[in-house]
């Protein structure tokens, strides 16, 4: 594990890092050490230097030669964004310092800024640039005045200049994540406290480490026993860094889940620090700090996302581009909400999918997590969104108890006290006009040792004209049972069986259904070929609107009772009405 850590910060190579361990230093904002940056590339310069002023005279000989080590540093790692602009920047640093010039931090920030910009004009966009030069300008504008502050009441003796040394790291620390706060909130949905804390141990921790294992590996061909000696440091400080991520575990609520919130309030956040770094007098300052705080508080809380609910009259069904599985949002005229499904195939679809997109639709706290069945592509975001939207109760039909993952999501929603229900068919909700019946599956006679997927949950939900059926996997066992009773809305909507599989959506069911709109939630360029040919061939015959996730995106449905309107992520916009009776 220590071998792992130090490769990954001296050459950025993470491949053999425990993922339950990256996942830990993610949630604690101590991740920026395992990847190389900024931070990793000043350690370097600052060794380089230091240890060529003990075999060199001169400041610029020692430049120099830290200036080699840093460009075949850079060449080594690779060229990764990160590593290509800490070493541009460092690079330009001791060239200016070689021409006898003493650059100022600010400026060479912007020159390094400006030429990126212009010859990778992709980098405006990318997240990773906007957290390094953004974490910079924090060090470099926000932590001197504070430690000048401190300076100034600061006493004589030892304690005081160990506090010095503290509150320089706590300044340091604090500028940078205020300084990406924003950035944090708007693309990651999340900020915290808890990285004020472990980046006091984790920063000095990876010092340690990059010099330790520096020197075990330059040290290990001709003096085997100092790099024994540096290999044990360098295990101590992976232990300690390790461990400073745990803080994330120990207080939660250091943490903070953020609602998609207006870029505005970015604005409003940033306009604020500017006017708090420049105001000269004390009251400019208060009101511009007061602009931050007003900020910070909007993009935590997105006060406006209730707007984003359906209007009074309306249901809204949306489905969640999850790739190759299934999240389908139900939204009530009254504001209630249902989500069927949670999507899956890796560990963080809902953190980074479901749950942002689900709190971009208006809801802060889910009434009901319907789980189809237990399959990875269904229930693998469940986790996330029951820890974060909190559903008053949690729906599924024929239980599989060996199922881990059905277990790990029973165990967490009984750590919350959420109320988990099964529901068979003919159990039936009626809310604000909106009729939800449960179609299959019927009470099960037989304990299941598997996740099957015709034990899908089914549901029609029925409002005004309009009926929506959602037909999870379930597949030939449910369809040729078919609809007990005759569907008589007006208009239909039929989310497709299983993806589009081969084992679904009959030719038979599709004359049953006669769906106007038909949703295929499914991945781009999936391997198992869904949707198939023959299942588009059946709902174009039955002349039903085909819409995809793959091509469309996410897709919102929204009716009156009468007619539905479409949007679609990748901007299709239409109504679609009943022929008139004859």
């Known amino acids: 594990a220590s071998a792992a850590m130090v490769t990954a910060i001296l050459i950025g190579d993470r491949a053999a890092l425990d993922e339950m361990v990256l996942d830990r230093m993610r949630a604690a904002g101590t991740y920026h050490v395992v990847a190389i940056s900024g931070g990793n590339v000043a350690i370097v310069v600052v060794l380089c230097v230091v240890l060529a002023r003990l075999v060199v005279r001169g400041a610029r000989p020692a430049a120099l ?21 800490a070493v541009t920047a460092a690079t330009i640093y001791l060239v200016l310092g070689l021409a006898g010039l ?15 910009a212009i010859v990778d004009p992709l980098q405006v966009i990318d997240v990773g640039a906007w957290l390094s030069f953004g974490a910079t300008a924090g060090l470099v504008l926000a932590a001197p005045r504070w430690m ?17 040394v503290l509150a320089a790291m706590v300044a340091a620390t ?27 141990i984790a920063v000095p921790a990876m010092t340690v480490v990059q010099a330790a294992g520096a020197v075990a590996v330059v040290a290990a061909p001709w003096a085997p026993g100092l790099a024994w000696i540096a290999a044990g440091g360098a295990h101590a400080g992976t232990t300690l860094l390790v461990e400073s991520a745990r803080i994330a575990d120990a207080a939660p609520w250091f943490v903070w889940r953020t609602p998609p919130a207006s870029p505005a309030w970015a604005a409003v956040y940033y306009g604020g620090g500017i006017g708090w770094l420049l105001a000269d007098r004390p009251g400019l300052r208060r009101a511009a700090a007061g602009g931050v705080v007003i900020g910070a508080i909007a993009l935590c809380t997105a006060p406006a996302l209730g707007r984003a609910v359906p209007p009074a009259d309306r249901l809204r069904l949306t489905a969640i581009d999850v790739g190759q599985g299934d999240a389908l949002l139900l939204q009530w005229p009254t504001g209630r909400s249902m989500l069927v499904d949670a999507g899956g195939g890796d560990a963080g679809i809902g953190a980074r999918v479901v749950v942002p997109a689900v709190q971009a639709a208006g809801v802060r706290r889910l ?13 693998g975001g469940a986790r996330e969104v029951v820890r974060v939207l909190r559903p008053r109760e949690i729906w599924d039909g024929v239980p599989v108890e060996p199922d881990a993952s059905r277990a790990a999501l029973v165990a967490e929603a009984a750590g919350l006290g959420i109320p988990w229900r099964q529901v068979t068919r003919g159990d039936v909700l009626r809310l604000a006009g909106v009729r939800l019946e449960v179609r299959h599956p019927p009470v099960p006679d037989w304990e299941r040792p598997r996740v099957r997927n015709d034990d899908s949950v089914v549901l029609r939900v029925t409002y005004g004209d309009v009926s929506l059926l959602l037909t999870g996997d379930a597949g030939a066992e449910f369809e040729a049972a078919g609809l007990p009773d005759e569907d008589h809305a007006r208009l239909r909507v039929l989310k497709v069986g299983h993806h589009g599989s081969r084992t679904s959506t009959s030719e038979a069911f599709v004359a049953r259904v006669r769906p ?10 999936n391997l198992f070929g869904h949707p198939v040919p023959d299942v588009l061939g059946r709902l174009d015959r039955a002349r039903a609107i085909v819409l995809r996730t793959d091509r469309d995106g996410a897709v919102a449905l929204e009716t009156d009772g009468r007619v539905i309107d479409v949007r679609t992520a990748m901007g299709r916009r239409f109504r679609v009405l009943a022929w008139p009776d004859p």
């Open 148 to 164: 000048a502050w401190a300076r100034g009441r600061a006493g004589p003796g030892l304690v005081a200049r160990a506090g010095l």
């Open 174 to 200: 604090l500028a940078a994540e205020l300084a990406v706060l924003p950035v944090q909130a708007l693309v990651f949905g999340r900020v915290g406290l808890v990285g004020l804390v472990a980046n006091l």
């Open 367 to 379: 009434d009901w997590l319907v789980i189809t069945h237990a399959d990875r592509d269904h229930i």
């Open 65 to 85: 030669l830290a200036l080699a080590a840093v460009v075949a540093y850079g060449l080594i790692v690779g060229r990764e964004p990160s590593v290509t602009r």
């Open 102 to 116: 003493r650059p100022g931090a600010l400026p060479v920030l912007a020159l390094v800024a400006g030429g990126i």
């Open 516 to 525: 106007d709109l038909a949703l295929v939630s499914v991945g781009r360029g």
